[in-house]
């Protein structure tokens, strides 16, 4: 079994930065892809952005150029480092990992409150 635990998330004004962290423990044998998702009431999580242990992280259009995912192997940790953040980015954010490359969470987090308003 694997635990996710995030924290950083909280309230920030537009065009400001956050940082979200997530740790994993556990079994972490072949935990090699982590990812950050968001989802909004109403509405279908969605992945914001997701790495690899060997790097070529990607990103959904809407924050590219103002987020960026990475990756501490020796510690199983994942940040996302939230720039120029809008209203529109206000949401749970769901740390999730997977094993042996998939690109489907096989854990979830219990996600982090991000609230963007001025």
């Known amino acids: 079994q694997v635990q996710l635990v995030e924290s950083g998330g909280g309230s920030v004004q537009p065009g400001g930065s956050l940082r979200l962290s997530c740790a994993a423990s556990?079994?972490?044998?072949?935990?090699?892809?982590m990812a950050w998702y968001r989802q909004v009431p109403g509405k279908e999580r969605e992945l914001v952005a997701r790495?690899?242990?060997?790097?070529?992280?990607n990103y959904a259009d809407s924050v590219k150029g103002r987020f960026a995912i990475s990756k501490d192997n020796a510690k199983n940790t994942v940040d996302l480092q939230m720039n120029n953040l809008n209203a529109e980015d206000t949401a749970v954010y769901y740390c999730?990992?997977?094993?042996?490359?998939?690109?489907?969470?096989?854990?979830w987090g219990q996600g982090t409150q991000v609230t963007v308003s001025s």
């Open positions: 790495i690899f242990d060997w790097g070529n992280p």
């Open positions: 556990g079994v972490i044998f072949g935990l090699n892809v």
């Open positions: 999730c990992a997977a094993r042996f490359g998939g690109t489907t969470c096989n854990y």
